[in-house]
C-alpha cells in the first residue's frame, strides 16, 4: 500500500510547477522536510561537493529571476537560438525563468569537500 501511494506522488509531482500563489506561504516544517531531502541524498563517497542555500525572502528570489534573463535576447547579435532554431526574441528584451519565482528557491553552488 505505501508503495503504491508513494509511487503516485512521484508520477503527480514530477510535474513542474509556474503558477505560483505568492500570497500562500510555505508551512516550516514542509520547508524543513525539503531542506532535509535536499541534504541528505546520497553522493559521491558521501561528501559534500555543493552548498544548499535556502531561500525565502520574496526580494532576494525577486533579483535571482531577474538576473535569469538573457538579456538582448532580440539583438542580431544575439546567438542564442531557441529550441525551434529561431534566433532572437521579438519583444527584444530576454525572459527570465519563471521557475525562479516560486516562494522557496533551493541554491546549490559548488563546495569543497571535507576530508579528515
Given at each position: 500500500m505505501f508503495r503504491s501511494m508513494l509511487k503516485k506522488s512521484i508520477h503527480k509531482s514530477q510535474h513542474c510547477n509556474r503558477n505560483w500563489d505568492l500570497s500562500k506561504k510555505i508551512p516550516?516544517?514542509?520547508?524543513?522536510?525539503i531542506i532535509e531531502a535536499a541534504t541528505q541524498c546520497p553522493t559521491k563517497q558521501?561528501?559534500?561537493?555543493?552548498?544548499?542555500?535556502?531561500?525565502?525572502?520574496?526580494a532576494v528570489i525577486e533579483k535571482i529571476e531577474a538576473a535569469s534573463s538573457i538579456m538582448e535576447?532580440?539583438?542580431?547579435?544575439?546567438?542564442?537560438?531557441?529550441f525551434d532554431g529561431v534566433r532572437g526574441y521579438d519583444e527584444g528584451t530576454g525572459p527570465t525563468n519563471s521557475q525562479l519565482s516560486a516562494n522557496?528557491?533551493?541554491?546549490?553552488?559548488?563546495?569543497?569537500?571535507?576530508?579528515?
Open positions: 516550516q516544517e514542509d520547508i524543513d522536510l558521501n561528501l559534500n561537493h555543493y552548498k544548499t542555500h535556502v531561500i525565502t525572502d520574496r535576447f532580440g539583438s542580431a547579435d544575439n546567438s542564442f537560438l531557441g522557496l528557491v533551493l541554491a546549490f553552488t559548488k563546495d569543497t569537500p571535507y576530508q579528515p
